[in-house]
């Protein structure tokens, strides 16, 4: 049985093409050009090595956002169902769940869904219970919960959470019982507790921890 895998890449307008010509002003062989603010869509098939994969665009991709501007970041849920998106121009996280056979994103029921305050980077705890946004305009942090079956978020009780405590990236270890934020302008990270059955969170006894300029994080699992 050949495995497919789906790797999804954001184009956002005046940027397209970093994914192939890389991040720095380089030039993408493309006709027509892709319509700015859109998500593009490529799979790699396992059956060709891991060593070297070839990329294949999807049908159809890229594909064009509800919204007037780009997305710009991304997390998959762990079942592989659903992909989300913040676009911080709009105070708003897409959902779009992707066909198994083709890889195709559709949005999710209530897709867009409302955020807060800019918000930037993406965290889903392992279970792909919750998701969680960091909002850069005022430093908190919202939480949704993922309903399994459609993919469409509902604001956790009490969110946003936090103030000044996250203005770049969060993330959840791999136990799913806790959250960092990263926050480089307060030198700083914050840990949070999450709770299993809501997803409140609830801050660290001693957080927030020094860290110079702590700008992107993650957790890495020794074995």
């Known amino acids: 049985m050949t495995l497919r895998k789906t790797l999804y890449t954001l184009t956002i307008a005046g940027l397209f093409g970093a994914f192939v010509a890389g991040c720095g002003g380089g ?3 493309t006709n027509p050009p892709p319509p700015p603010n859109a998500h593009e869509v490529l799979f790699t098939d396992s059956a ?21 501007t780009g997305p710009y970041n991304l997390v998959v849920a762990p079942a592989g169902g659903t992909v989300y998106a913040t676009v911080p121009s709009n ?7 992707i066909n198994p056979m083709s890889g195709t994103p559709s949005p999710v029921v209530g897709s867009p869904f ?4 800019i918000d930037m980077f993406l965290g889903m705890d392992p279970a792909g ?21 459609s993919g469409t ?5 009490g969110t946003p959470f936090g103030f000044s405590n996250c203005s770049t990236t969060v993330a959840v270890d791999p136990s ?3 959250l960092y934020a990263a926050n480089p302008g307060g030198n700083s990270i914050t840990g949070f507790s999450i709770d299993a059955t809501t997803g409140v969170l609830t801050m660290l006894t001693g957080s927030p921890f020094p860290a110079t300029d702590a700008t992107l994080i993650t957790i890495a699992t020794l074995h």
């Open 27 to 29: 030039s993408y062989d």
């Open 48 to 68: 060709t090595g891991i060593q070297a994969v070839a990329l294949t665009a999807v049908a159809g991709s890229p594909f064009a956002t509800p919204l007037s």
């Open 91 to 97: 105070n708003a996280v897409l959902g779009m769940s």
């Open 114 to 117: 409302p955020a807060v305050d």
């Open 129 to 149: 219970k919750f998701l969680y946004t960091c909002n850069e305009g005022n430093g908190t942090i919202s939480a949704f919960t993922v309903n399994s079956a």
């Open 153 to 157: 978020l509902t604001p956790v009780a």
């Open 176 to 178: 799913g019982k806790y």
